[in-house]
């Protein structure tokens, strides 16, 4: 896989490297606050050995096909913006989870619904999925938004179907299928 970056001309997705980690755990912690709610990965006490870990066994998770995992970040700067990725993929039937977050610093400015475009086309022409799912709690309002201003179709509303620190949640499905109307251009086709 190549390193160049899938890009808007404003933000870039690309796959983490292990220069990343302090970038990555400076946006992680800012946003521990905003993220813990949702992300049972994220706590108060969140540590940069975390961060190293997660970083480390990322090839792994690349590797096996079990994750994709991206960074987000400003396209000019380099500065990371959040992260992105791809996870229980079924290959089947071309089809794969989409998630994102955005460190608290850049939100409100449309990253994550750029990055889930970028994102979601990268699936597509890369990965020759035909399908991708975003699965959000009912109560990450922000979350959903992205999701739709990204161009998602919410499906409905699944019962239980997220556990976060011990506690069920309803979650909303939304999907971006390969034949959709895409928007975004990148600035390079590899990844």
């Known amino acids: 896989m190549s390193a160049r970056p899938f890009s808007d001309g404003v933000i870039s997705i690309r796959r983490i490297k292990q220069s990343d980690v302090q970038q990555l755990y400076e946006a992680t912690y800012e946003s521990i606050d905003d993220l813990r709610r949702w992300m049972p990965w994220c706590h108060p006490d969140y540590t940069i050995k975390e961060t190293i870990e997660f970083v480390r066994s990322r090839s792994e998770a690349w590797d096996t096909d079990e994750e994709r995992s991206l960074v987000i970040v400003d396209h000019r700067s380099g500065d990371i913006l959040g992260g992105c990725g791809l996870n229980r993929f079924d290959r089947d039937y ?64 699944l019962r239980d179907r997220l556990n976060v620190w011990g506690m069920y949640h309803d979650a ?20």
């Open 94 to 157: 071309a089809c794969a989870n989409l998630g994102y977050w955005v460190r608290t610093s850049a939100a409100g400015r449309g990253i994550g619904t750029a990055a889930t475009r970028l994102l979601a086309r990268y699936a597509f022409e890369k990965e020759h999925l035909h399908r991708v799912e975003i699965l959000v709690a009912a109560g990450n309002l922000a979350s959903q938004r992205v999701a739709e201003k990204a161009g998602a179709t919410r499906e409905g509303v």
């Open 172 to 191: 909303v499905l939304y999907s971006l299928l390969a034949t959709d109307e895409r928007q975004g251009a990148t600035d390079s086709d590899e990844f």
